[in-house]
């Protein structure tokens, strides 16, 4: 018997990865039995293929690129496989882009009513609208969507599954030390300016501060100035390993970005900081160990309020 193949489209950043977790968990318990496909950015590749969500993941180079040559390639990628079913977790443009290069002529009006693609695009078998979506909280979007798919429940984020996938990470400090993960990559907002003096006032109280993200960044240079004991990891650690310092953090801090998402999905106490271009009711990260402070402006978030309140966590 032939296996069925489902595809997942989510390359979007890691600020939706994380969230969407749980909807990747329940997509792979309501296709237990077949081929679940991940479609993402390459840098983010690796990670989702350690989760137990995806049988293959596949990277997507086309994202902003102008090359008929990829496009193609992905092109004949996708329509390699007959897909029982397809959700899109982006609803996005590219992800637009994604469904006319998959189905070609088939996805015009006349012909979309039989095409399984699980999204937002209209006429099609699986197609889902409300009118207050935009309103809307994006996990909520993505339960109200995968409901209409006859997926009933989304399990929260769950990340104890990094825990096999690393086996040893050596850091330049002991970690049963009270450490602080700080953030340093710009959000939507941009960067946090007063970052440097949160990292003078938690260095005062004796708790070891390391930078993380994904690159490096000119706030690094200031922050270092203003912290001389700061442990750089920024670049340094994957995505797994991140997830596994956030486990033993005394708390962690920064800008609304995708490691903060990954240090609030892993339960590390966290503050995060909002400005006027990102709704934590629309995007911000959930749960207990959560604070966020949002101000028109992030740098009328002082250090001393987002030190008091990860005492509070």
Known sequence: MTTESILVVLTSGLERIVPALGALAAIKAAHAAAEVVILARAEYAEFLRTSPYADDVWADDTIRSHSLKRWRSLRTRLRSKDWARVYDLDANPHSKHLFWLLYGRRALSAARSCLAW????????????????MQM???DQWAHQLRHAGIPVIPATDLSWVARRVAAFNVPFRMNEPYVLVAVEPGPNGPWPRLGEFARLAAAEGRVLVAVGLSATEDLTALKAACPG?????????LNELVFLAWAAAGAVGADNGVMHLAAGAGCRSVILYGESSDPALVGQRGSRVTILRRPHLGGIPGSEVLAALKRL
């Not at 699980?118 to 979506?133: E, K, N, Y």
């Not at 700061?230 to 994957?238: F, H, N, P, R």
Request: contains cysteine.
């Open 118 to 133: 699980c999204g937002v695009i209209p006429g099609t078998f699986l197609a889902w609208s409300d009118p207050h979506r």
């Open 137 to 139: 909280h994006v996990r």
């Open 230 to 238: 700061l442990v750089d990891l920024v670049g340094k650690a994957s």
